[in-house]
């Protein structure tokens, strides 16, 4: 065919991609790509739409093919980038904006999406414990675009996290500078240990909830910012206050059904009782340690505890035990590879120590369950004042599965009914349940950690954990 049809039919595949005509335009690429198969711009083309239409595999497969006709060309590095961070593989989706800048150093729309990739990399780097590789992949995204604000908290929230209050308050202070209705921001340089937000910063952060241009979720966060700056300045009126307006945003984005949840709790006991457990495995589970209880009860402080001792590994919330579809109707034959979806996700993330720890708070709901699979894993239900408890968790953000936190009155209703659970499975489970009061730990540490340890593992012959801060 002549270089003119081809031309022609590109042109028609490009008018229909650009009128948002996916389908058209993905037909006509295609029958191009079946007369010039060594089309680059075709293929680039192709591949972008792609990228639009969230097929990413299929247009990096497309991109590449594209490279080997141009190696040369910025547009197929960056399309192909965008194509990797679509299938979250933000290095190789770095290397390859990296070339694009090389070849047209002038392009400033890549040099964002390269700040972006490096930013996205060190966030997967902090996940998984590489704290200076993230470091670095932070330096190198703020290098590259000094007011890429997102990398500036990420970069400000690990800093904090290793105790480098000064450096962490001074990157929030130059995200917000960088972003100025930067919500997030606002919110961890008022949440920041050690920090007391000035009046300055309130009034900035009340200004942007004020002035209506941000969103729901952002103002939620801007309210509870202010209503912790106020905590710490002790002014408990102006702190309850906005602590209600960000719940009352929250309530709007995230209903709480408070019937369908007496429901289910209702149902967990009449469904999960001493005669249907009984059906469940006869041992198992003699080296997991699930620690439970309300959120800011004291799981994490727990699981930190626990984890420093020499034979215990703390495997973090590895949420596998909730996605069970199980029930005492299950038929028995189905336990072993159900027990064992959940010990491998515990053991893909644990090491070489004798007892594992999972620490989702949450198993409360799903102790019947842990039962039928474990019955001899040991239980740490962290306990709190149940005021204080209500209290924290009405003055942190959690995520939309707390929704009940969103109204005082659902949210104390909800505690009584755990409450009334965990009474429940006090007398049905055969596991065994050690209560971890948060207030003990407070009050007398090193007995209430060698009480703990010894009931867990044994007598130790090591030393009670240090002190860890909550």
């Keep these: 065919m002549t270089s003119s049809s081809t031309d022609r039919i590109l042109q028609e595949a490009y008018a229909a991609h650009q009128s948002s005509q996916p389908e058209l335009a993905e037909r006509l690429y295609k029958k191009l790509l079946r007369l010039a198969p060594r089309d680059s711009d075709g293929r680039n083309l192709l591949g972008l739409l792609y990228i639009e239409l969230g097929r990413f595999d299929e247009a990096a497969q497309q991109i590449r093919r594209a490279m080997t006709v141009r190696p040369g060309d910025p547009h197929s590095h960056y399309n192909l980038g965008a194509a990797l961070m679509g299938v979250d593989a933000p290095l190789e989706a770095a290397e390859n904006f990296a070339k694009a800048l090389a070849i047209d150093p002038s392009n400033n729309k890549t040099r964002n999406a390269l700040s972006a990739a490096l930013n996205t990399a060190g966030a997967h780097a902090a996940e998984s414990g590489r704290i200076q590789e993230a470091l670095q992949y932070y330096a190198a995204a703020i290098e590259h675009d000094p007011d890429n604000a997102k990398a500036i908290l990420n970069r400000g929230n690990l800093q904090e996290q290793f105790g480098d209050f000064d450096d962490a308050a001074n990157s929030f202070k130059a995200a917000i500078a960088a972003h100025p209705e930067f919500a997030d921001a606002h919110f961890q340089l008022a949440h920041l240990k050690q920090h007391v937000s000035t009046q300055d910063e309130i009034d900035a952060m009340s200004a942007l909830f004020n002035n209506g241009g941000l969103g729901s979720r952002d103002n939620a966060t801007l309210a509870h910012g202010i209503a912790k700056a106020n905590e710490k300045l002790k002014r408990y009126a102006d702190e309850f206050r906005w602590l209600m307006k960000a719940?009352?945003?929250?309530?709007s984005l995230e209903p709480f059904d408070a019937e369908a949840a007496t429901s289910r709790f209702r149902s967990l006991k009449d469904t999960f009782t001493t005669e249907a457990i009984a059906k469940g495995n006869a041992d198992g589970g003699a080296n997991l340690i699930f620690i439970i209880g309300m959120p800011r009860s004291g799981t994490s402080?727990?699981?930190q505890i626990l984890a420093s001792h020499s034979e215990i590994y703390g495997a973090g919330e590895v949420i596998a035990v909730a996605d069970l579809n199980i029930s005492p109707s299950t038929p028995p034959r189905k336990f072993p590879r159900l027990a064992a979806k959940?010990?491998?996700?515990?053991?893909?993330?644990?090491?070489?120590?004798?007892?594992?720890?999972?620490t989702t708070p949450a198993n409360f709901l799903h102790l019947g369950k842990i039962a039928l699979l474990f019955p001899e894993a040991r239980v740490v239900h962290c306990r709190r004042d149940p005021m204080d408890t209500c209290l924290s968790i009405y003055q942190h953000p959690l995520s939309a599965a707390h929704a009940y936190a969103h109204d005082l009155e659902t949210l104390g209703n909800y505690y009584r009914e755990y409450e009334l659970l965990m009474q429940h499975w006090d007398l049905v489970v055969p596991n065994p349940i050690l209560n971890l009061q948060y207030e003990s730990l407070v009050s007398d540490f090193e007995t209430t950690v060698r009480t703990l340890v010894t009931k867990l593992v044994g007598k130790s012959k090591h030393p009670a954990p240090a002190r860890c801060d909550s």
Excluded: M
């Excluded at 719940?247 to 309530?251: A, M, N, Q, S």
């Excluded at 491998?344 to 999972?358: D, L, S, W």
């Design 247 to 251: 719940h009352d945003i929250k309530r």
């Design 301 to 303: 402080l727990a699981e």
């Design 342 to 358: 959940v010990t491998n996700a515990i053991a893909a993330r644990a090491g070489e120590e004798k007892f594992k720890v999972e």
